[in-house]
């Protein structure tokens, strides 16, 4: 193989694996964005984490209006709401997100 062809494959080989490290992180930031229950729901496999108010800080700067919970249900009158853990009732969910990544395989 000759030199300019052994670089053009190296070049392609590089331009290949930008293109997958762009894919992967596209993927991984889709996974970590708040998701509007107007845009969609979740599928109802994974614990999501549910807020009524992305506004509402603590002191921290945290966002405080945060459950987790296993499903979101929509009401008669438009609104979703959930159950956390210990069963109390969060009203007007407005945004879902998965709570935790997949777990690792182990063998």
Do not use: C
């Not at 392609?12 to 762009?22: P, T």
């Not at 002191?59 to 987790?68: N, P, R, T, Y």
Request: charge should be negative.
């Amino acid at each position: 193989m000759s030199e300019s062809s052994e670089l053009e494959l190296q070049g392609q080989e590089a331009i290949d694996e930008i293109a997958s490290l762009r894919a992967e992180l596209e993927r991984v930031k889709a996974e970590n964005e708040w998701i509007s229950v107007s845009e969609r729901l979740p599928d109802g496999k994974k614990k999501l984490l549910v807020t009524n108010n992305l506004e509402g800080r603590d002191a921290f700067g945290e966002i405080s209006h945060l459950w987790l919970v296993n499903n979101i249900y929509s009401g008669e009158n438009g609104e979703y709401s959930a159950f956390d853990e210990s069963m109390q009732r969060i009203h007007r969910i407005k945004y879902w997100r998965y709570a935790l990544p997949a777990a690792p395989v182990t063998q």
